[in-house]
T-cell receptor
């Protein structure tokens, strides 16, 4: 089945620093990838849609200048949390579906647990 | 606002019994429906997806879709302790393009040995 790799799986950083999270589709091309965030005991919340070769589309309430998304190739999207603060501590998960398959299920990476101290 | 509703539980089911998980959605134009399983501290993994009215079976799992009632369910037969997890219902809404999914808050399922 489709595999999505996410790195790192966990990261601890100091307040004010930036953290980059990578998401790769390993055996398929993904024109579009999605970034979710999940707080404890809450459901997944879509943060943004990452489009290869163009700007990301952010959900309402998500600061595009704080959560920078780059989708430079058909297999890689990155999320950079800039000037991280403790309230940004969360579980960040990327997902992707096969290019050209509208109803193709989303496959998730293993997630990145970010802790900002 | 498009919504996906699930009973948060916990839903407790004895081992070997059938676990029934339910989900309702608000947008009648929704086209695709997914069930994901999420263990604590892990990312969701796809269990099943269904697009057409009726039942779809895969091993011990059966997804049921009723678009007229805007209702989708997941049945787990012969429940095992390893099935204990949070089950997320997700809906892909109409509108074209590779849209992301809208998730319910999940149902916490506990299989009692």
């Amino acid at each position: 089945g489709a595999v999505v790799s996410q790195h790192p799986s966990w990261v601890i950083c100091k307040s004010g620093t930036s953290v980059k999270i990578e998401c790769r589709s390993l055996d398929f091309q993904a024109t579009t990838m999605f970034w979710y965030r999940q707080f404890p005991k809450q459901s997944l919340m879509l943060m943004a849609t990452s489009n290869e070769g163009s700007k990301a589309t952010y959900e309402q309430g998500v600061e595009k200048d704080k959560f920078l998304i780059n989708h430079a190739s058909l297999t890689l999207s990155t999320l950079t949390v800039t000037s991280a603060h403790p309230e940004d501590s969360s579980f960040y998960i990327c997902s992707a579906s096969r290019t050209g398959a509208y109803n193709s299920p989303l496959h998730f990476g293993n997630g990145t647990r970010l802790t900002v101290t | 606002q498009k919504e996906v509703e699930q009973n948060s539980g916990p839903l407790s089911v004895p081992e070997g019994a059938i676990a029934s998980l339910n989900c309702t959605y608000s947008d009648r134009g929704s086209q695709s429906f997914f069930w994901y399983r999420q263990y604590s501290g892990k990312s969701p993994e796809l269990i099943m997806f269904i697009y057409s009215n009726g039942d779809k079976e895969d091993g011990r799992f059966t997804a049921q879709l009723n678009k007229a009632s805007q209702y989708v369910s997941l049945l787990i037969r012969d429940s095992q302790p390893s099935d204990s997890a949070t089950y997320l219902c997700a809906v892909k809404y109409s509108g074209g393009g590779a849209d992301g999914l809208t998730f319910g808050k999940g149902t916490h399922l506990i299989i009692q040995p």
